[in-house]
């Protein structure tokens, strides 16, 4: 019992920091610990040989004392075997078990504030209620955009494995690396550059928080990697400032873009519907679509029919459904009929409803852009940890979709062919709040899709993070550039880590 309150002061402060504690901690706790029981057990061990327990003078016979040195040695051997026991499980478990989120003790009061604590990250399990399910103001990462009118999400992790209604890792991230999707013939799409300096990283490695499709990066001595079939870049190290620069569409496409199917081999895992929701998906997806002849008119047709307002942005889900079989709904099937969920729900359901079409599609998950400060740099939060769609458009490639509600998305991303023009384009978008402020999270749970929070959601292991102000710096070319306007092939150009 003696150990009990340093248990609980040591286990606080392990909760508060968000990351392992040096072994001086855990060593300096369990000398104390081992300092009170030795001085209590030497003293009541050393009373055996001459007394009873129930008496303080009466002299010990020596049948009596040999039956204590025995019970001594007995009591010695299974103290040494609970202290193997209890050394191997220490050195075991920490691995199994995840760590605590920094508000599971006392509300987060014990988080250590600072520049000398960690940084953010996903788990690597990519459990998405419990990575994106607490709400934090905490500092990921600060930068600075020239370029595009408007910043995008910064992507961090893709998958594209669902599997008993979760999403789980995939190659690249964790396991052995498949051939990539190969873009499709080249076709001549306007474009213009993004480029972004990060000049405060919290993000910890190997995961990195980048604009879609990138170009060029540069992390000075830090070594990096970029996953040829997700385009996922992972790093040595954490850099505390970067500099990317990504391509982003603008004006209309041309005819051929989404005009016909995929031609080149695609991984079954991309077009795979979950089969418990696939009767729903499917009968939803014949509603909202009419004419499946063009990729991009569908992609159009999903996305604005889960951004209507038949769909409620919550972060409180509904309660289980039966389905026919008397069982709880699946995920996707519950939330296509509850239409209450967040980002993860609209994303999974656009996915399902795409790959039903015949569209290769995928999951990302990284972060929102941010709110813009007044010196004109964007501060992004833990609360902005967001997912998102990415479905894989004939003629284009990989293309980011948002079917989350307005209020807490902003708007669309718009994909326009030279035949649309001039024709209605299906769009369901709330009033979304102006680029830079973050709407206020509703502590009930219940979400006006109007005023949605723009942050919700806390990334899985949060580490305990201190704003620090660093200088911005002039990106990797000697300084600001400006945006390009240009016409260029699809992206097919990997990351270059610097």
């Known amino acids: 019992m003696a150990g009990v309150p340093l248990l609980v002061v040591l286990t606080v402060t392990a909760s508060g920091t968000g990351q392992p504690l040096s072994p001086r901690y855990f060593l300096a706790t369990a000398a104390v ?22 008496s303080r003078t009466a002299p010990v016979p020596r049948d ?39 508000t599971a003790i006392l509300q987060g009061l014990g988080t250590a504030p600072g520049p000398s604590s960690g940084g953010v990250t996903f788990t690597d ?91 060029a990066v540069d992390f000075g001595q830090i070594t990096s990697r970029t996953d040829p079939r997700t385009g996922t870049v992972s790093v040595g190290a954490r850099p505390t400032s970067y500099d990317a620069v990504s391509t982003q569409v603008s004006g209309t496409l041309p005819a051929e873009v989404g005009a016909g199917p995929v031609r080149d081999a695609v991984d079954p895992e991309l077009l795979q519907v979950d089969e418990a929701a696939r009767p729903l998906v499917r009968e939803v997806l014949e509603d909202v679509v009419d004419d499946g002849s063009n990729q991009l008119r569908v992609a159009r047709a ?40 967040y980002c993860t729900q609209f ?27 007044v010196d004109g740099s964007y501060t992004v ?5 967001h997912a998102w769609p990415e479905l894989y458009i004939s003629g284009l490639g990989w293309t980011r979709f948002e079917p989350t509600p307005a209020g807490r998305s902003g708007a669309a991303p718009v994909y326009l062919t030279q035949q649309d023009v001039g024709a209605p384009v299906p769009t369901a978008e709330a009033t979304a709040p102006p680029v830079g402020e973050r709407p206020v999270v509703d502590p009930g749970g219940a979400v006006d899709p109007a005023t949605a929070p723009a942050s919700n959601w806390m990334v899985g292991t949060l580490r305990a993070i201190g704003s620090v102000a660093v200088p911005p710096r002039h990106g990797r070319r000697g ?3 400006a945006a390009a306007r240009r016409t260029v092939a699809p992206p097919g150009r990997a990351a270059q880590g610097r």
């Open 302 to 341: 999903i996305q604005a029919y889960l951004r209507g307002p038949e769909f409620t942005y919550s972060l409180t889900l509904a309660d289980p459904v039966p389905g026919p079989d008397g069982r709880p709904l699946d995920p996707v099937s519950h939330f296509l009929t509850t239409r209450l969920g």
């Open 381 to 385: 939060v833990a609360a902005d940890a």
């Open 64 to 102: 009596d004392e040999d039956d204590a040195v025995r019970t001594g040695n007995r009591h010695r051997r299974w103290a040494g075997s609970l202290g193997a026991v209890a050394v191997a499980l220490a050195v075991l478990l920490p691995g199994s078990v995840p760590h605590l989120a920094p």
């Open 479 to 481: 300084g600001p550039r």
């Open 347 to 373: 994303a999974s359901a656009m996915v399902m409803l795409a790959r039903e079409a015949g569209i290769p599609a995928r999951l990302a998950i990284g972060f929102l852009p941010g709110e813009r400060e």
């Open 125 to 215: 399990t990519l459990d998405l209620a419990a990575d994106l399910n607490d709400r934090s103001d905490q500092p990921v990462l600060r930068y600075r955009a020239d370029g595009a009118a408007r910043p995008v999400p910064l992507r961090v992790l893709v998958t594209s494995r669902y599997s008993g209604g979760r999403w789980w890792p995939v190659s690249g991230q964790g396991g052995e690396a498949r051939p990539p999707l190969l873009p499709p013939e080249p076709v001549e799409v306007a474009r213009e550059d993004l480029e972004i300096t990060v000049v405060d990283n919290r993000l910890e490695a190997p995961q990195v928080a980048l604009p879609y499709p990138l170009v």
């Open 33 to 54: 610990w081992l300092a009170l029981v030795a001085r209590q057990s030497l003293a009541t061990v050393r009373t055996w040989p001459n007394q009873h327990s129930w």
